[in-house]
C-alpha cells in the first residue's frame, strides 16, 4: 500500500511536471516565434501621412522555396565600387544599366519584375502593408529592427537576378555607391587590388538624362563636386539643408565610425532591435534601426531625395540598388571590423523569419534568414574599399593623424555626430 501510495504521488508528481511543462512551452510558443509573410494578407500601408496602396499583382502560381547555394565550380561575381570603374568597363556597364532600367521601366505595370512594382513591393513591406497571419491587425515592417539586412540583402539579389535574365548576362553584378568612404587614400602595401578612390559623390552614370537610370533628384545632387551629408537627422529629412565640403566630411567620418565602430560594437547597436511574431512594427527609427540603418542610410535617402526620400517610392529610383549594394558590403564588413561582438543574431525568431520575393521569371519564392547570413552562398563578393578612414578615425584628434589621407583631401574633424537616437 506504502509503496503503490507513494508510486501514485509520484505519477500525480510527473504528470504535474509535464503539463507545467507543456503549458511553458505553449505560452511561449505564443509569445515567440518568427516573422512569416503572406501576400494574402495584403492592405494599404500607411506612411509619411498617407494611405500607401502597394499590394502586389494577384499570383496564381505556386510559391517555391529558395536556399542560395554557391556553385563551387564558378568564381565568386565581384561587386565593385561604381567611382573605381572606368574606360570600356565603365562604358559597357553604363550601357547596361541603361538597357536593363529601361526594359523595367516599360515591362507592363502588373508585371512583378518591373520597375514599378519592385518599388511597390518594398512600399508594402516598409509601410505596414502586411498583416502577420493570425493576428487581427499587427503589421510588419522590414526597417528599424533585425529585418533590415537580411530582408534588403534577398530584395536587391533577386532585383540584381531579373536584370540579369532582362539582359541575358548571368554574370551582371550591382556595382556599390560607396558614399561612405570620403577620401582618395594610396593602396596599403601589399593590397593586390581593390578601389581607393573616394566613392563620396553621386555616381555620374546614374546622373546622365535620358538614360534608364536617370531619376529627378533633389538639386544639391545636380551641384558638381558636393559630397554627401551622412549627418542628416530627421527633423530635416524633408528639406535637408545644402552643407559644403568642410562642414561634411569630418561629420560623415564621425558618422561612419559611430555606426560601424561604436555604437555598432553590439549585435543590438548594429543589427537593430529584436522582432518577432506579435509584436508590433515601430514607426520612430530612433527606438528600432541599428546605427547604420539610421544614421548613414536614412541620411542617403534623404540627401538624394525626391523619389529616394521616401520609403512609398524609394526602390522606384535605380539609385536605390546601388545605394543598399553599398549597404549589403557595409553589413558583411561590419563582421570584421576590430573589437566589440559582432556577430549577427542568432535567436530562432530570427533565423526561422521568412519573406516573400519574386524572381526572374515572376515566380514567388519563399527564403528564410538564416540563409541569408553567408553572403558567399549567394554567388557574389565586394571589391575592397577604403574602410580605414573611419575605422581608424579618432574624433578627439585636432587635425589629421591618419597619413594615409592624402594632401588634397585632408580634413579636420572638429564636429561631433549628434548620436541623438535611442536604443530599447
Ligand atoms: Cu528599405
Known amino acids: 500500500m506504502a509503496a503503490s501510495g507513494r508510486f501514485d504521488i509520484s505519477v500525480h508528481f510527473i504528470q504535474l511536471l509535464v503539463c507545467c511543462a507543456w503549458l511553458v512551452t505553449n505560452s511561449q510558443l505564443a509569445q515567440s516565434a518568427p516573422i512569416k509573410i503572406t501576400f494574402d494578407g495584403c492592405i494599404p500601408g500607411f506612411a509619411n501621412n498617407k494611405t500607401q496602396y502597394c499590394c502586389p499583382p494577384p499570383y496564381k502560381g505556386e510559391i517555391v522555396d529558395f536556399c542560395p547555394k554557391r556553385n ?3 568564381p565568386l561575381r565581384v561587386r565593385k565600387a561604381l567611382q573605381c570603374l572606368s ?36 512600399c508594402s513591406y516598409g509601410t505596414g502593408g502586411f498583416v502577420q ?45 560607396n558614399w561612405d568612404n570620403g577620401f582618395t587614400v594610396h593602396k596599403p602595401k601589399g593590397a593586390r587590388s581593390g578601389c581607393y578612390k573616394r566613392g563620396d559623390l ?21 551641384l558638381p563636386g558636393l559630397p554627401v551629408d ?24 564621425a558618422t561612419m565610425h559611430a ?52 520609403v512609398e517610392t524609394s526602390a522606384g529610383d535605380p539609385l536605390f540598388y546601388a545605394h543598399h549594394s553599398n549597404i549589403d558590403r557595409l553589413w558583411n564588413n561590419w563582421h ?3 573589437g566589440g561582438e559582432r556577430v549577427d543574431y542568432s535567436d530562432p525568431d530570427f533565423l526561422e523569419a521568412e519573406f516573400l520575393f519574386y524572381d526572374e521569371t515572376a515566380t514567388i519564392r519563399r527564403v528564410k534568414v538564416k540563409d541569408a547570413l553567408d553572403m558567399e552562398e549567394f554567388g557574389y563578393k565586394f571589391q575592397k574599399a577604403n574602410d580605414i578612414s573611419w575605422i581608424d578615425y579618432v574624433p578627439t584628434v585636432n587635425s589629421t593623424s591618419n597619413s594615409t589621407i592624402n594632401s588634397t583631401d585632408s580634413y579636420k574633424p572638429q564636429v561631433h555626430f549628434p548620436t541623438r537616437w535611442n536604443r530599447d
Open 230 to 253: 551622412l549627418g542628416i537627422v530627421p527633423e530635416e529629412r524633408d528639406n535637408p539643408p545644402t552643407r559644403p565640403a568642410e562642414v561634411v566630411k569630418p561629420r560623415n567620418l
Open 202 to 222: 553621386l555616381p555620374p552614370i546614374y546622373n546622365i538624362t535620358g538614360m534608364g537610370q536617370y531619376q529627378n533628384r533633389s538639386s544639391r545632387t545636380k
Open 259 to 310: 555606426s560601424m565602430v561604436t555604437v555598432g560594437n553590439t549585435t543590438r547597436g548594429f543589427m537593430g532591435r529584436i522582432y518577432r511574431y506579435g509584436d508590433y512594427q515601430v514607426l520612430d527609427p530612433l527606438t528600432g534601426a541599428g546605427g547604420l540603418e539610421v544614421m548613414g542610410h536614412a541620411s542617403i535617402h534623404w540627401w538624394v531625395g525626391n523619389t529616394m526620400g521616401v
Open 336 to 338: 570584421k571590423v576590430p
Open 133 to 177: 497571419q493570425g493576428t487581427d491587425n499587427i503589421t510588419i515592417d522590414i526597417h528599424f529592427s533585425w529585418l533590415f539586412f537580411p530582408w534588403h540583402r534577398y530584395f536587391i539579389y533577386f532585383h540584381e537576378r531579373i536584370i540579369q535574365h532582362v539582359l541575358d548576362d548571368p554574370e551582371f553584378s550591382l556595382h556599390f555607391w
Open 87 to 122: 574606360g570600356h568597363e565603365l562604358k559597357v556597364y553604363t550601357e547596361k544599366l541603361d538597357k536593363a532600367y529601361t526594359i523595367l521601366r516599360n515591362l507592363p505595370d502588373d508585371d512583378p519584375r518591373s520597375l514599378n512594382q519592385q518599388k511597390r513591393l518594398h
Open 72 to 74: 563551387m565550380s564558378k
